[in-house]
């Protein structure tokens, strides 16, 4: 790969990100403005809050050179809030919250209850080999519905009680990926992994 990839920097865990690209072989900088951005060749939207990242992704400008480089087919991954500002629609968002519509799935904020902080499950994701993936969801979305061309990489076990139960919480749709948990608080950087290769496919073909 010779483009270096990025990790959107306005909010959140940047350097998490940041070690585990790296942890996979890649050379990963942060994104903070538009000029950063036209640098890279795939983008990690790291967790933090939606509204927020929203409102410092148009305070910075690069809300729509964002959008135009999605729209080029620019592979992206985000978690949690990064998943959130990727889908096409959210629930319990606020109204003036803007949406990348990236992914052709609708998402459910704080889906796990607000009063629920954190929840882990161990999932079996698509793509990734060597067992489960440990999830750590914190105040996450899921995946309320999934357009035709998404993939659905990953449910909470239907063994979990409670609503969360079978919910979809990995997805991809062409070069874009989002998981409604942190894999970058796990030191497993299976996920990173995935959406790395994903980086150089749409490198090899342009
Ligand atoms: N609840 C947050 C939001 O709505 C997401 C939480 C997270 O990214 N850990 O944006």
């Known amino acids: 790969m010779s483009a270096p990839v990025g990790v959107l920097a306005l909010q959140g865990n ?12 890649a050379e990963a900088v942060p994104v903070r403005r538009p000029s950063e951005l036209a640098e890279v060749a795939g983008l990690v939207l790291p967790g933090g809050e939606s509204t927020t990242l ?14 135009e480089r999605l729209r080029a087919g620019m592979p992206a991954f985000g978690s949690c809030a990064g998943m959130i500002l990727l889908a096409r629609e959210a629930i319990d968002a606020r109204p003036d919250q803007h949406q990348l519509g990236a992914l052709d799935i609708t998402v459910r904020r704080n889906a796990f209850g607000r009063q629920v902080a954190s929840f882990e499950s161990d999932l079996t994701v698509t793509g990734v080999a ?22 659905v990489l990953a449910r909470v076990p239907g ?16 070069p874009v990926m989002a998981t409604a ?8 950087a299976r996920l990173h992994d995935l959406f790395l290769r994903r980086v150089r496919d749409s490198v090899a073909t342009g």
């Open 54 to 67: 929203s409102k410092l992704l148009e305070a910075v400008e690069l809300l729509e050179p964002l959008r």
């Open 14 to 25: 940047v350097p998490e990100h940041l070690d585990a690209l790296r942890a996979c072989g």
């Open 130 to 151: 060597g067992g489960p993936v440990r999830a750590v969801f914190i105040r996450a979305p899921w995946v309320e519905t999934t357009g035709r061309g998404v993939e």
């Open 181 to 188: 948990f942190h894999p970058e608080q796990t030191g497993d």
């Open 159 to 174: 063994s979990v009680a409670g609503p969360a139960a079978g919910k979809v919480v990995a997805v991809r749709q062409g």
